[in-house]
């Protein structure tokens, strides 16, 4: 009980997160010199460390206690348990159920995509005003924009069984609110995956936009 509770408050806090690291990586590509200014002035701030090992406490938070109730789970259904099966019907549910089959897998292949650009972006620090050549000289690398995008879609898919998954556990979902919160976990699942597995395409594609809209 109380490890569900923290899954779907460390699970929430990287959401939030990752909501906010789209705007910002957003920037990158709709105003390139504001990125580079919010880029400079983040790295000032006095709070950035105490925000980073937030996000590292419920990075590493996350998939430990996701990994410990998935083994206390299997141990308790037994080896004629079977695989959990949605009860829902609807277009959807394909989906949702495709996502919370594949919900560690989705997990692993974020946090190995975490190591690679945590390693390419944040501990190899570019000088200021260098940051979106940075992240350009990373995406120019076939492998590495294949990583970003497919990082990108098992982050959508992660979402949408990770959200309503999180307010369940926090006893939030109820009858009179129960299509709302669906509905919201969807688009946001649906907004940061196609964000995220969109944004790395248009960045390296961004010097030939113009030409291929004929200008
Ligand atoms: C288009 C795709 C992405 C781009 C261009 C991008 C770009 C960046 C950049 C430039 C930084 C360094 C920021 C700084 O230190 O000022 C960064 C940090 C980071 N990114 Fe991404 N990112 C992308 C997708 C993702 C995804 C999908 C995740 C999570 C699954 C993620 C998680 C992180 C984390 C945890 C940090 C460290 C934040 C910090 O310590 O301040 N990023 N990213």
């Not at 919900?103 to 979106?132: D, M, N, Y």
């Amino acid at each position: 009980m109380i490890v569900g509770f923290w899954i779907a408050v460390t699970g929430l806090e990287l959401v939030l997160f990752l909501a906010i690291h789209l705007g910002g990586v957003g920037m990158a590509l709709l105003d390139p010199m504001g990125f580079e200014h919010v880029s400079t002035s983040l790295h000032q701030q006095a709070w950035l460390p105490w925000l980073e090992g937030a996000l590292l406490a419920a990075g590493l938070g996350h998939p430990l206690l996701s990994l410990q109730r998935a083994r206390a789970n299997a141990q308790a259904r037994g080896p004629a348990g079977g695989p959990l099966r949605s009860r829902r019907q609807g277009p959807w549910e394909p989906l949702e159920a495709l996502a919370a089959r594949l919900i560690p897998w989705s997990g692993s292949l974020l946090l190995l995509f975490l190591a690679v650009h945590l390693a390419q972006l944040r501990w190899h620090r570019p000088p200021a005003g260098a940051e979106l050549a940075a992240v350009l000289a990373v995406l120019r690398a076939p492998w590495c924009l294949a990583l970003y995008v497919v990082a990108g879609a098992a982050a959508g898919l992660h979402l949408l069984h990770g959200a309503e998954s999180a307010v369940r556990r926090l006893g939030l979902l109820e009858p009179d609110n129960a299509l709302a919160l669906r509905l919201g976990g969807r688009g946001l699942a649906l907004l940061l995956g196609a964000g995220f597995t969109l944004l790395p395409l248009a960045l390296v594609l961004r010097p030939a936009l113009p030409l291929l809209a004929g200008q």
